[in-house]
């Protein structure tokens, strides 16, 4: 069964400070990609980085980078000079790429981002 | 209009009602999906549709009835719920052979229903 795990329930950091969320995930499959998702108090979730799993290269985008390690089946997403604005819960996710379209989610880990 | 739409944003519900959940999506895609968010739970994936036709029911319960007339439309059909069913359904949409192309899921801004 292909499974995500976010232990962190509940995280918080100072405005400008750098925080990283921790995700592992598990399937016996080798290709796939790998999402964050942020949901703001609105409740849309929304994208907020992607990874290929055949790439070794760490995705980024502005502010936000993963760690991925994908021997570990590690996801980890960083967020670099906080902002009030990334108050929101992060969801990690993963969908295979044999032919199923079933994304699965973990937990989530609620974030507030303190002024 | 643009994106996924879902109607309504809150639903209070009693045990014996039946009331449905809508989603439309702008986007062009042809899969939607319903997830049922709780607390402390990941996400659950509960049906996936795929040019109208169901491809993934997750052993969801015969009182929860998804119907899906086109691919820009999804329904929830909801009947003689427990209060246990209480959550936040969401529905998304991801374009044709997301899975091969790793593209996102695009969600709406859920139905949030108490059962009572």
């Known amino acids: 069964a292909q499974t995500v795990t976010q232990s962190q329930p509940e995280m918080s950091v100072q405005e400008a400070e750098t925080v990283t969320l921790s995700c592992t995930y598990d399937t016996s499959e080798s290709n796939y990609y790998l999402f964050w998702y942020k949901q703001p108090p609105s409740r849309q979730m929304i994208l907020v980085i992607r990874q290929e799993a055949y790439k070794q290269q760490n995705a980024t985008e502005n502010r936000f980078s993963v760690n991925f390690q994908k021997a570990a089946k590690s996801f980890s997403l960083k967020i670099s000079d906080s902002q009030l604005g990334d108050t929101a819960m992060y969801f990690c996710?993963?969908?295979?790429?044999?032919?199923?379209?079933?994304?699965?989610f973990g937990t989530g880990t609620r974030l507030k981002v303190l002024a | 209009e643009t994106g996924v739409t879902q109607t309504p944003r809150h639903l209070v519900m009693g045990m014996t009602n039946k009331k449905s959940l809508k989603c439309e999506q702008h986007?062009?895609?042809?899969?939607m999906y319903w997830y049922k968010q709780s607390a402390k739970k990941p996400l659950e994936l509960m049906f996936v549709?795929?040019?109208?036709?169901?491809?993934e029911n997750n052993s969801v319960p015969s009182r929860f009835s998804p119907e899906c007339p086109n691919s820009s439309h999804l329904f929830l059909h909801l009947h003689t719920l427990q209060p246990e069913d209480s959550a936040l359904y969401l529905c998304a949409s991801s374009q044709e052979m997301a899975y091969r192309l790793g593209t996102e899921a695009f969600f709406g801004q859920g139905t949030r229903l108490t059962v009572v």
């Open positions: 549709y795929n040019f109208k036709e169901q491809t």
């Open positions: 996710a993963f969908i295979l790429t044999s032919g199923t379209y079933k994304y699965i």
């Open positions: 986007l062009g895609h042809n899969a």
